[in-house]
């Protein structure tokens, strides 16, 4: 990963390379500390903003997950052992692995298939009625997004 840094404190332009083992070496107040520093908020950003994402992405189809499957002629179909299987499976299959490498597919005690994602869709079933939901790319996170 290559870093760029600019007018920070002692530093006026730097670039550096950062790889499996990086030292950074220098005099005294030569901006050694500096460079770590940026670097630890530019690592920390990154790993907070892919934490964020993640958690956008879970709360938007737990969400979806309520909407729908409490919405069945008023009848709550969720219930403890559903959610978790929700959290466990279906968001981390989503949110980490990304849908084409998915193929989920979740039911209540009847058998009646309630989810199932599979080729890059999301597949919504509810007795006669079916909603599709389809992942979007996002580079930025290299993940799949609903």
């Not at 299987?85 to 309630?114: H, K, M, P, R, Y």
């Amino acid at each position: 990963m290559q870093i760029e840094l600019s007018n920070i404190n002692k530093i006026k332009h730097a670039s550096i390379e950062v790889g499996g083992l990086t030292v950074i070496t220098g005099i005294n107040d030569s901006g050694k500390s500096t460079v770590g520093k940026a670097l630890f908020c530019a690592i920390k950003a990154l790993s907070s903003s892919e934490g964020d994402s993640f958690e956008y992405k879970t709360r938007i189809v737990r969400e979806c997950i309520n909407t729908h499957l409490k919405s069945n002629n008023g009848t709550a179909l969720i219930n403890d052992a559903f959610q978790r299987a929700i959290d466990s499976e279906f968001i981390q299959n989503i949110c980490t692995e990304g849908a084409e490498q998915s193929s989920v597919i979740l039911s209540d005690e009847t058998g009646q298939c309630l989810f199932t994602i599979q080729d890059n869709q999301v597949v919504r079933s509810f007795k006669d009625e079916s909603f599709y939901l389809p992942l979007v790319y996002c580079k930025d996170f290299d993940r799949f997004i609903l």
